[in-house]
């Protein structure tokens, strides 16, 4: 059986720190793209970094680029989204989620992130609150 399970949330003062992770098992991360998503109360689900199985490339929406770091770390089978410099507006939902059509997470061409309606399996959520 395929879960995924993420770890790692809480409450931080802005200017903070978080490191998450995804711990999968039923399932090799290794060989497919892995996604950190967030959702923050009212708001659309929004993809914030990916990782490629092919090359090792990654993804970060421009809201988190400079901040968040994501890794892998294979012989865990675990993926981690290292956050710094938390601001409230990071407050969310976070979800990992594994994409099974892709080994690379975005598009060469265009360089944007394979859309969220392409994973096909996600975690239950961890959530991060960033305030004072």
């Known amino acids: 059986q395929v879960q995924f399970v993420e770890s790692g949330g809480g409450l931080v003062q802005p200017g903070g720190s978080l490191r998450l992770s995804c711990a999968a098992s039923?399932?090799?991360?290794?060989?497919?793209?892995i996604g950190w998503f967030r959702q923050a109360p009212g708001k659309e689900r929004e993809g914030v970094s990916c990782t490629s199985s092919s090359d090792g490339s990654t993804y970060y929406a421009d809201s988190v680029k400079g901040r968040f770091t994501i890794s892998r770390d294979n012989a865990k089978n675990t993926v981690y989204l290292q956050m710094n410099s938390l601001k409230p507006e990071d407050t969310a939902v976070y979800y990992c989620?594994?994409?099974?059509?892709?080994?690379?997470?975005?598009?060469?061409?265009?360089?944007?992130?394979?859309?969220?309606?392409?994973?096909?399996?996600w975690g239950k959520g961890t959530q991060v609150t960033v305030s004072s």
């Open positions: 989620a594994a994409n099974l059509m892709r080994t690379r997470c975005f598009n060469v061409g265009t360089l944007e992130p394979a859309p969220s309606y392409e994973y096909d399996y």
């Open positions: 039923g399932f090799t991360l290794n060989y497919y793209a």
